[in-house]
């Protein structure tokens, strides 16, 4: 069964940093783009970043360009989401996600994604 499961969230202060993990399993993952989106209480799940099939196209959202850093590992099947000078304003459940087709490119939203992991807590305080 194919599934995804982030680790590494957690509660932080303000200007610091979470490495999060997403651990695949059960599937061609190492074909697929693979993404972060994230959710915040009362808001839409939003794109963060996104990695292609084999790590050399990497697309960012405004709010989060320039601190945090999208990665994958295709011989461990894992992907990573260094977040660095986090703000309050990056608080959200984060959610690791694969393309439902292979081999595309293209940068990918909700409507797109083929799997899901049941998300991880990212806490920054002030």
């Known amino acids: 069964q194919a599934q995804l499961v982030e680790s590494g969230g957690g509660l932080v202060q303000v200007g610091g940093s979470l490495r999060l993990s997403c651990a695949a399993s059960?599937?061609?993952?190492?074909?697929?783009?693979m993404a972060w989106f994230r959710q915040a209480p009362g808001k839409d799940r939003e794109f963060v970043a996104q990695?292609?099939?084999?790590?050399?196209?990497?697309y960012y959202s405004d709010s989060v360009k320039g601190r945090f850093t999208i990665s994958r590992d295709n011989a461990k099947i894992t992907i990573y989401l260094q977040m660095n000078s986090l703000k309050p304003e990056d608080t959200a459940v984060y959610y690791c996600?694969?393309?439902?087709?292979?081999?595309?490119?293209?940068?990918?939203?909700?409507?797109?994604?083929?799997?899901w992991g049941p998300g991880t807590q990212v806490t920054v305080s002030s």
């Open positions: 996600s694969a393309d439902s087709l292979p081999y595309r490119n293209t940068r990918f939203d909700v409507g797109s994604v083929g799997y």
């Open positions: 059960g599937g061609t993952f190492n074909t697929k783009a």
């Open positions: 990695i292609s099939w084999n790590g050399d196209r990497t």
